[in-house]
């Protein structure tokens, strides 16, 4: 499968636990976004990543979340003491260099109870 | 001004009718413009997309209208089947000044009756 791969699928976390989110870009692709997607609602950018680089954070909260994208390995949305506000499907896309074309991930669906 | 406004909010039509999603900008720095379909408990899918230097554009059953000067696009849905019961988003960005995160609207979500 060459698409854009997220794990877990779904993800239960309690008030004030740590939830960290996989993505791996398509093959061929080095540039990630993630989205969010509150229940009824449209998605939400959140940041966007190359290769060891934050390049646009301005989607994201300015407290308990943060991102990565390191040499090797997946990129990680990492949520820490986690509220229920934060129960949303959280999305991640890849694209080329330069392109405007954005595929996306299957989503993780993280409840927090 | 980074805001995209989606209508309908919901939209009902019969297998084989042109259901049309219209979606509205602000930004005019915004060169990029596409549709994504996603089905319930899925990732959106990128349909079709199309770039202000045309005016139309057409893949399949699905058509892009664009109008450059209202900052206007939409999305038509020729001979529509029930399988196209999805969500419809439409989005921009500004791919050619290297922003190339995308602003999405608020979705739309069409049922086709058979």
């Known amino acids: 499968n060459a698409g854009v791969m997220q794990n877990p699928r779904h993800l239960v976390r309690r008030r004030g636990q740590e939830a960290r989110l996989r993505c791996s870009p398509m093959k061929g692709h080095s540039h990630v976004y993630w989205y969010r997607q509150l229940p009824e609602e449209g998605l939400k950018f959140m940041v966007y990543?190359?290769?060891?680089?934050?390049?646009?954070e301005s989607g994201m909260p300015k407290e308990r979340f943060s991102a990565e994208f390191p040499k090797e390995g997946p990129s990680i949305l990492r949520i820490q003491q986690v509220v229920r506000g934060d129960s949303a499907a959280y999305f991640c896309a890849s694209s080329t260099l330069g392109q405007g074309e954005q595929y996306f991930g299957p989503g993780t669906r993280l409840t927090v109870t | 001004q980074q805001q995209v406004k989606q209508s309908p909010q919901s939209l009902i039509v019969q297998k084989g009718g042109i259901p049309i999603i219209n979606c509205a900008y602000e930004n005019t720095a915004f060169d990029y413009f596409p549709w994504y379909q996603q089905f319930p408990g899925k990732g959106p899918a990128l349909l079709i997309a199309i770039r202000p230097d045309v005016s139309e554009k057409k893949e399949g059953r699905f058509t892009i209208s664009f109008n450059k000067s209202a900052k206007q696009f939409s999305l038509h849905i020729m001979d529509s089947q029930p399988g196209d019961s999805a969500t419809y988003f439409c989005?921009?960005?500004?791919?050619?000044?290297?922003?190339?995160?995308?602003?999405f609207g608020q979705g739309t979500r069409l049922t086709i009756n058979p």
């Open positions: 989005a921009a960005s500004r791919v050619g000044q290297g922003a190339q995160k995308l602003v």
């Open positions: 990543l190359q290769k060891e680089n934050i390049i646009d």
